[in-house]
């Protein structure tokens, strides 16, 4: 995607992109995975699935994550994930 | 004072290793007089509630300090751990109960599962290193420590019926492993190893073994496993060594260069297991690190590191999965347990010291996998003149979803009792993206397809299987495929109903 297109990109739009990579990916369907589900805690990801939502995120999305950005407070669910998507675009534009 | 796990890892030290940190966790630092204090500790803490002397005790907790220390102090009291992943599914966690028959279980969190055992809260307060809710009084006497031949762990692996069997593991054996890893992997009283592979599997267990034995230090990761968190820990905390299965590295691969340049200025080794990597993948693995060596290894529950693989030493070998370790025997049999030529295919059959010599509570199983006095691994390989082993795939229908292996059984037995089912079939299919070597699939024929009520059928999986056994796709088939013989086919089925024709199913 054209990093200009993604540094645009509405908060609505973030959170679709990675509901659609979840329901993808984790068997989800819409109507089950709701904004505020909790991806830890629940039996919806395990650790190999937060190493691959971090690369796709950093793919999909053109940022990049630090080390103490991988923690439970953004990754507690898709709400959290797309604030912290579009805070790092914000701070690229 | 007897041999066992905590005499020879610990107790073993001198006045001057004591002083040494064993253990890093993001500010703090145990030193390996702190440990075996806390062992000691928790030893009388857990030990108080009954004699665990031949006890199975299950240890559902994610890694931590609090795993490496209760694991000693259960084994050095007599007792076998038995571990469970706290994310393991229900009918999992069901049978290892009921095989094991355990007299409490030991957590650091609340349960995910119900259960009528006893459940004891296992905490320790990092900035004191006392166990909480514990007035702090040691214990475990050295003459009463176990013998090398006690069974210390139970590691339960797949089933090909869908029930899963208890690989039971001395002190002996577990010892013998550490011995074999910490000399191959080169480990010292510097090294620093870096633990992101679960302490319930024996990959992860056997790193804290290794290091602990040499005098190494344990540092577990500073937030949650990411590409980005590795390569951070790997410099800040100086890594030299870490063990992962393939995604990781696949990931790994991934990541822009630049990203890790200069990063990993000690690391010196990575050891790599569970799912098959390429030759390629294994060549860019080691440009990208060129200080570090790269050994893969191969090996079962039930007998862990059996082959290791040099890859420095042996640049040629990459496509394979190295040479017999210490102690180790192999065959590549046929089906009456011939060996077969040199560059021919046939089952890989083991002998070896590490091997576990039964699985709890299950001896026909056992037996059935004994053939002609050598452990039939279900593994086919190829051997080659220089006594190097290659891996080329399964007998049976076993499952690889980024390095948990599962027979498709374990997940059909979710399904056996749902209504509105007339048939189904769970299989491995390779995966799209190339990180997890294969996903489950399930292939379901409804009753009435106009009817059937896939979300319940969806939430019910959820609530009951592990990610990785988390069906992917749910396809809706017209039937299940037989074989000319009538047996029903994953293979017909992957090939009619798999990735390339899906949609034409009603796949979602």
Known sequence: MDPKQVSSMEPTEIKQKIHRYLEDNYSYQANELTDTTDLLDGYV????????????????????????????DNFKNINTLSEFVAGQLKKDR | MSENLFSDLLLSKNEKDLGQPAVLLENYTFTYADIIHLIRTAAVYIGSKENLTGKRIILCMPNGPEYIIAFFAITALGGIVVPIEPRTGQQRIRIIIEQTKPIFILCTDSLKFSSDIPVIKFVIDYSLKKIRNHDGSTNIQSENLPGLETPALILFSSGSTGS???????????????????E???????????????????????????????????????????????????????????????????????????????????????????????????????????????????????????????????????????????????????????????????????????LTGGFWNNSDEYRSKIKHGWFSTGDIGTEDDEGFISYCGRVDDLINCGGNSYFPAEVEIEVKDLPG?????????????????????????????????????????????????????????????LTDSGKPSRKLAIKLYGPKTSEQHGTN
């Open chain 1, 45 to 72: 990801i395990d650790s190999l699935g937060i190493i691959q939502i971090v690369m796709f995120l950093e793919t999909s999305f053109g940022c990049e994550f630090n080390a103490n950005d991988v923690n439970a």
């Open chain 2, 164 to 182: 899963p069997k208890g690989a039971i593991l001395t002190h002996r054996q577990l010892l013998k492993i550490a011995n074999t890893l910490s």
């Open chain 2, 421 to 481: 089912i007339k048939d189904y079939m769970v299989a491995g299919v390779p995966d799209p993206q190339d990180i997890l070597t294969q996903i489950p699939w399930i292939f379901i024929v409804p009753t009435n397809p106009d009817t059937w009520d896939m979300l319940s059928f969806r939430s019910h999986l959820h609530k009951s299987l592990p990610s990785h056994m988390m069906p992917r796709k749910i396809v809706i088939v017209p039937k299940i495929p």
């Open chain 2, 184 to 354: 191959i992997i080169g480990m010292d009283c510097f090294h620093r190893e870096y633990l992101i592979a679960p302490l319930t599997h024996s990959g992860g267990l056997q790193r804290v073994t290794s290091t602990l034995l040499r005098g190494g230090c344990l540092v577990f990761p500073s937030s949650l496993i990411s590409i980005p968190t590795l390569i951070n820990d790997i410099e800040k905390f100086s890594i030299n060594g870490f063990f992962s299965s393939p995604p990781m590295i696949k990931m790994l691969l991934k990541t822009p260069p630049d990203r890790i340049k200069n990063k990993a200025l000690n690391l010196k080794s990575i050891e790599i297991a569970s799912a098959p990597l390429t030759s390629s993948e294994i060549s860019k693995l080691l440009e990208l690190f060129p200080k570090a060596n790269v050994f893969f290894q191969y090996g079962l529950t039930e007998c862990s590191r059996a082959l290791i693989l040099d890859s420095r030493k042996h640049p040629d070998k990459l496509h394979t999965v190295g040479k017999p370790t210490d102690g180790v025997q192999v065959k590549i049999a046929d089906a009456t347990g011939n060996r077969m030529p040199i560059g021919d295919q046939g089952e890989i059959q083991l002998k070896a010291e590490q």
